[in-house]
């Protein structure tokens, strides 16, 4: 049964995830998004980790979703025969992508690097608290560090791309 169900959410999360990147329509991939993040919620469930699974819903589709799609109906134009003809697609100019992937290359390499050289305990303590909280407080400052500031920095990426997408780049309105 946790099989099927794992394999049931993890085809949403994928077949959401591909609709956004395929997606001609903002709106449409938006709420794709919604249901990709309704899926990784899902197997956060399953996986035992139900404060991250609560965490997911209230930061990703109760702030950045909205976000995302207030910035949208802010922003974009109705133009319906673009809506139909063209992709997702942001026109960027070639020095802008090359530093890019040079960045990303670095970051990637850096994050790599620090991944690989830390040495993580897996020893298996139990921790006799009867606050949920405070042992998540104290796992996240110590033993689970790394993956809390690659959050963060995910984080920091997704808020300076809803910054990006809400410039004006149209120079005539």
Do not use: C
């Amino acid at each position: 049964m946790e099989a099927t169900a794992f394999y049931g959410f993890s085809i949403l999360a994928i077949a959401s995830a591909l609709f956004i990147l395929f997606s001609r329509n903002l709106i449409y991939a938006a709420f794709a998004l919604f249901m990709a993040f309704l899926g990784i919620a899902a197997l956060y469930v399953l996986a035992g980790a139900d404060f991250l699974a609560v965490t997911q819903i209230m930061v990703y589709v109760g702030g950045i979703l909205v976000l995302l799609i207030f910035g949208i109906m802010l922003t974009q134009k109705t133009n319906k025969e673009a809506i139909s003809s063209t992709p997702n697609r942001v026109e960027v100019p070639l020095t802008r992508v090359i530093w890019g992937f040079l960045i990303g290359s670095g970051a990637f390499v850096f994050l790599s690097y620090i991944i690989l050289s830390s040495q993580f305990k897996m020893n298996g303590n139990i921790i006799s608290s009867k606050s949920t909280i405070q042992t998540i407080g104290v796992e996240l400052m110590t033993s689970h560090l790394l993956p809390f500031e690659i959050a963060a920095i995910l984080l920091l990426v997704a808020l300076i791309g809803a910054a990006y997408l809400a410039l004006n780049r149209n120079p005539a309105s």
